[in-house]
């Protein structure tokens, strides 16, 4: 199989005050732009054009926000590991737009190794986690094998490129 990773933006093209932009609202992405411009050092109008333009080329992917799935019923989260039975391009695909199609499923891994998958879900209790990887993994013709792992804790870390650049935290509000 070619090469599937995509080539996203050019990391060269960034200069110190894109990655103070980046850091900052990775911490906050509700941040306005006048606070933005003012910790970065520039005009607000010339900040706002910076993160127009890290928008359009790719860099900035998004905004989110973070809610507790307990308030959608939610007590159990868990890593289900998918072994495919054959690795033909039809059978990946007619897979990958299965997942799309499962509301349980918070985020999907396509990785190397002994597992293909790994596919984060999200249910009520153990009895909805069951029924769910029995009638939307077990019953795949994709489906070679499938190991579930419970998610006893998570952290996301949002100062993700901001560590890997070495700036500062921006100070709490």
Do not use: W
């Not at 939307?136 to 006893?152: G, K, N, Y």
């Amino acid at each position: 199989m070619p090469n599937t990773i995509r080539k996203g933006p050019d990391p060269s093209l960034l200069d110190r005050r894109d990655r103070e932009i980046l850091a900052y609202l990775q911490h906050d992405a509700r941040i306005s732009n006048k606070e933005l411009a003012a910790r970065v050092g520039l005009a607000p109008s010339s900040c706002l054009a910076r993160v127009r333009r890290l928008e359009a080329s790719g860099v900035l992917l998004g905004y989110h926000a973070e809610v507790d799935p307990r308030v959608h019923g939610v007590t159990l989260e868990a890593l289900i590991a998918i072994r495919l039975e054959k690795h033909a391009r039809a059978a990946i695909a007619a897979f990958e737009r299965h997942l799309g199609t499962l509301a349980e499923v918070r985020g999907t891994f396509h990785v190397a190794g002994a597992t293909d998958y790994l596919v984060h879900v999200a249910v009520r209790d153990a009895e909805h986690l069951r029924d769910f990887a029995l009638s939307a993994f077990a019953t795949r013709p994709e489906v070679a094998h499938m190991e579930t792992s419970l998610i006893f804790s998570h952290k996301r870390n949002p100062r993700f490129g901001a560590a890997l650049d070495l700036l500062p935290a921006p100070a709490p509000r």
